[in-house]
């Protein structure tokens, strides 16, 4: 890697041989030669779809004859190769977490909530719209969680089947419009069985985290709580009856054939 007071300069003999090193020019072609557009507002995002399934460590790019590029983004999955014994972030993007399905993300995506940095600020988060069909009167049961009959929901794939020893739901930001209550169920399935939303409700989930009252802003930590433990490949988090949550950490270890 070059140092930063060496920016605008050739590389060296020595950078040069450790390039050498990697043989990258003989590396598979992910996306052929391609023209770009320029920088303008309205033409500077050049998005490619390719095909191509092979497990990546490292990336090289070629730019022809020369200029400059601004970002550069590689979207995917992660693979997550950890030792069996190691406690983990089982829905972390870092790990190999996806969002598969989500009812409602009309302030922010679900895919957020499983980002491995603490969030920004509420639209960092995942946040629903406000639902329509809340009773006039709003009760609450002996445990404090609101009776409403509405909610929303979001499925993830965990980055490998695991087995689940706590977990973290942090409201942070969400103050006014937090949820009143969280609750997680997993399942151990194939992935191409969540091929749609009416799969997603056909499965027969087991309870991770009954529901749970939440609080605004704040970190919330179950781990006696938790009543299934797994092994679970999938995840559904239901919170109700609306609102936002900041991020969802579940911590385990990967489960081992």
């Known amino acids: 890697m070059r140092d930063e007071d060496m920016m605008g300069q050739a590389a060296s003999l020595q950078m040069w041989e450790s390039i050498s090193s990697l043989n990258s020019d003989k590396w598979p072609t992910i996306l052929p030669m391609t023209e770009l557009r320029p920088g303008y507002e309205e033409t500077r995002h050049n998005f490619f779809p390719i ?8 990336i090289r790019l070629n730019m022809y004859p020369d200029g400059g590029i601004a970002r550069l983004r590689i979207y995917g999955e992660a693979i997550c190769k950890v030792n069996a014994n190691e406690i983990i972030d089982l829905i972390s993007i870092k790990n190999g977490g996806v969002c598969k399905g989500y009812s409602n993300a009309h302030y922010g995506h679900p895919r957020n909530i499983i980002r491995p940095d603490q969030a920004m600020s509420m639209a960092d988060g995942w946040e629903t719209a406000r639902r329509l069909d809340r009773p006039p009167i709003l009760e609450t049961d002996q445990f404090g969680i609101l009776k409403v009959t509405g909610n929303e929901w979001a499925v993830f794939k965990l980055s490998s089947a695991g087995y689940i020893s706590h977990l973290e739901v942090d409201t942070k930001y969400f103050k006014g419009n937090f949820p009143a209550s969280v609750r997680i169920e997993g399942v151990l399935i194939r992935d191409d069985v969540l091929s749609s939303k009416d799969n997603i409700n056909k499965i027969q989930w087991e309870t991770v985290l009954g ?19 797994g092994p679970f490949s ?5 919170i109700a009856p609306d609102g936002g949550i900041s991020r969802v950490r579940i911590y385990g270890k990967i489960h081992t054939l």
């Open 51 to 58: 095909n191509f399934d092979q497990v990546c460590t490292h």
């Open 211 to 229: 529901a749970e009252k939440l609080s605004p802003d704040s970190l919330h930590w179950y781990e006696k709580e938790i009543k299934g433990r």
């Open 234 to 238: 999938h995840v559904k988090i239901t």
